[in-house]
Nanobody, 120 residues
């Protein structure tokens, strides 16, 4: 069984910074794409940023230039550095990973979510 454990959420003032972490545990053949999604109250979940196993990154337009996704393959961990935070960034942030299981099947795994609140 594969699990993703997120940390780093909290309350921050507008213009501030936070770094989210997501560590994978369990057994697998490989971890492919990893990413961060968010869901604000009353809105659909959206992709914030994604990083492939080769390091290629993708961002939603609203966070470009402010957020940076990175991964440490040795630690099976993905990070989201969030700078210049805005109130509209307030949401529950979810980690996601596409994993090749020991049964040679692709599996999308989700973390439990971590709340980020941007408010003065």
């Amino acid at each position: 069984q594969v699990q993703l454990l997120e940390s780093g959420g909290g309350l921050v003032q507008p213009g501030g910074s936070l770094r989210l972490s997501c560590a994978a545990s369990g057994s697998w053949l490989s971890i492919n794409d990893m990413g961060w999604y968010r869901q604000a109250p009353g809105k659909e979940r959206e992709l914030v940023a994604r990083i492939t196993s080769g390091g290629t990154t993708t961002y939603v337009d609203s966070v470009k230039g402010r957020f940076t996704i990175s991964r440490d393959s040795a630690k099976n961990t993905v990070y989201l550095q969030m700078n210049s935070l805005k109130p509209e960034d307030t949401a529950v942030y979810y980690c996601n990973a596409k994993i090749m299981t020991l049964q040679w099947r692709y599996l999308a795994v989700w973390g439990q979510g971590t709340l980020v609140t941007v408010s003065s």
